[in-house]
């Protein structure tokens, strides 16, 4: 086994996350140490490198105390949103889709290989919260939705989370925890697990914006506890209001359309998905609207757009993949959308 002595690694970015208040982190070996010190963290962990799996709080905090080894997670700087990506037999392929997608979108963020699967960190603008756990949950569990991750989500929210250091050594995997460029993310995940016999001197940084996650401050639309992974309809409490749901002219057009064909039921399904709704929680809303409603002016054998859609297993189908609402020349050209005023086009500029 070669265990080097710790460094930090440099940057290939400049990228200052810090306030400049005194700020707290933790190390974890995995019992959790207070610090507000670089240099003693590495002493730390070089002291400890040959001996111990080691992890770093992913958030700096502005409240805590090195003496009873505690910090406050409100005081977190919202820094970064961690996923952890080691679920299913797709987790180094979804990897490899959640970072064409932030390059794509010119977001900062930095991908490891932690031994055994990757750990994906998005960066993101320092900015007020009024809720910040919340705001974090509503962005993991966006993300993981709407890439279909399959991301651990018992992490989504989670202001204490640490996770494991670059550069260190992870004694159940039996190889390095390193930091991958994205020609060593694409390559076969054997040869990923080669590379990393060995620390990597440098931490590639990929992407220029910090996103900024205003946007996901409110409540909305997820449910409390677990998310589910798209697969079906498994999430039994619903904490929505959908009246709180902001719908664009299209959107609404197609809700109370009179017979709603296919592709714009299947356009409306994806709209609400990158609202955030999980398909539990779309079924719940569909079917107040295209099956309840309708009802009312039928017979009871009318059968239903609801029943269409739910006969063709379209939000399992928007689910499963990685469809993405469709962009305005597009929705122009199946007449889904002609309105030129209309804001359906904001779904897609968050980033
Ligand atoms: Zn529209």
């Known amino acids: ?15 200052i996350h810090f306030t400049g208040l005194i700020v707290y982190f933790q190390i974890g070996f995995p019992q959790r140490i207070t610090l507000n010190n670089m240099e003693k963290m590495i002493e730390l ?28 997670p409100l005081s977190a700087e919202l820094s970064s949103a ?9 987790f180094h392929e979804n990897t490899k889709k959640a970072h064409k997608f932030l390059l794509e979108n010119d977001v900062a963020h930095k991908v490891n290989f932690s031994g055994n699967g990757f750990h994906l960190i998005v960066f993101l603008k320092l900015r007020e919260y009024i809720n910040k756990k919340r705001t974090l949950f509503n962005f993991q569990k966006w993300l993981d939705n709407t890439l ?16 494991r250091l670059e550069n260190t050594y992870n004694f159940k995997a039996n190889r390095f925890c390193i930091n991958l460029t994205s020609d060593d993310l694409n390559m ?54 959908f009246g709180d749901l902001k ?29 955030g709704l999980n398909p539990y929680e779309e079924y719940t809303f569909l079917k107040e609207k295209w099956d309840k409603e309708k009802r ?10 609801f029943m269409h859609m739910i006969r063709e297993r379209q939000i399992e189908y928007a689910f499963n993949r990685d469809y993405l609402f469709p962009n305005k020349e597009r929705l122009f050209q199946e007449g889904f959308c002609t309105n030129e005023k209309c804001t359906c086009q904001e779904i897609n500029k968050l980033f």
Not at 209 to 220: A, P, Q, S
Not at 296 to 304: G, L, M, R, S, V
């Open 1 to 15: 086994m070669i265990i080097l002595q710790y460094k930090k690694p440099l940057y290939n970015s400049a990228r």
């Open 45 to 72: 962990v070089n002291r400890n490198i040959r001996v111990s799996d080691l992890y770093i709080s992913n958030y700096n905090y502005h409240e805590g105390d090195v003496e009873t080894n505690k910090v406050n």
């Open 82 to 90: 961690f996923f952890d990506l080691d679920k299913g037999d797709d």
């Open 148 to 163: 279909h991750l399959n991301s651990e989500n018992k992490l989504f929210g989670d202001l204490s989370r640490i996770r």
């Open 188 to 241: 076969a995940l054997d040869e990923i697990k080669k590379l990393a016999s060995k620390p990597q001197k440098n931490i590639t940084i990929y992407g220029e914006k910090l996103l900024d996650i205003g946007n996901f401050d409110r409540d909305m639309m997820f449910p409390n506890g677990n998310s589910n992974n798209g697969n079906g309809f498994i999430q039994p409490e619903i904490y929505i209001n």
């Open 247 to 275: 719908l664009p002219i299209c959107i609404s057009n197609a809700l109370s359309g009179k017979a709603v064909k296919w592709i714009d039921r299947f356009y409306v399904i994806l709209y609400l998905k990158q609202t």
């Open 296 to 305: 009312n002016h039928h017979n009871k054998w009318f059968e239903t757009d």
